[in-house]
């Protein structure tokens, strides 16, 4: 199990027995064992306890770094969300609309650039590359535009 893995590799890095990091986490020092050999599947509330003892980030204890791809790693927190109370499951989701609808506003914004550029300079100075850039950016737009009527 990765989780445990990691959990062991940290606490070793830091010099930290498992002892240690059962009376800084508050967790049985059974459990730690068992988490860190892979024998069990610790509940998100006592994986937050061990990053704050160990002092590290969740992206530490979560994720091999050296052998998940990115798109592995979404899968990995997804399947983590649909364990997590409907109420928290909600919040997750708006922030990653939030962040989603912050991201297109910026391609429009630079789709307004684009517009604005291609109207100084005239069409005719413009290469296709950039006309094309422009031209999808206008389909975008149109995306966005429906989509917030539609919701």
């Known amino acids: 199990m990765v989780i445990g893995e990691n959990i062991r590799n940290i606490r070793l890095k830091k010099?930290?027995?498992q002892s240690d990091l059962?009376?800084?986490?508050?967790?049985?020092?059974?459990?730690?064992s068992k988490i860190e050999r892979g024998e069990s599947d610790p509940k998100?509330?006592?994986?937050?306890?061990?990053?704050?003892?160990?002092e590290c980030d969740m992206n530490s204890i979560f994720f091999d770094e050296k052998n998940m791809?990115?798109?592995?790693?979404?899968k990995f927190v997804?399947?983590?969300?649909?364990?997590f109370e409907k109420r928290d499951q909600i919040i997750i989701?708006?922030?990653?609309?939030?962040?989603r609808i912050k991201n297109l506003i910026k391609k429009i914004e630079r789709l307004k650039n684009?517009?604005?550029?291609?109207?100084?300079l005239g069409e005719e100075n413009i290469d296709k590359k950039e006309k094309e850039k422009i031209k999808s950016g206008e389909k975008l737009k149109m995306?966005?535009?429906l989509e917030k009527k539609l919701n």
């Open 78 to 83: 997804i399947k983590k969300i649909e364990e």
């Open 93 to 99: 989701m708006e922030i990653i609309e939030n962040f």
């Open 22 to 32: 059962a009376n800084l986490s508050g967790i049985r020092l059974n459990q730690i």
């Open 114 to 120: 684009s517009e604005n550029i291609m109207n100084i």
């Open 69 to 74: 791809n990115e798109s592995e790693k979404i």
């Open 143 to 145: 995306e966005y535009e």
């Open 44 to 54: 998100s509330s006592t994986i937050i306890k061990i990053a704050k003892a160990l």
């Open 15 to 17: 010099g930290i027995t």
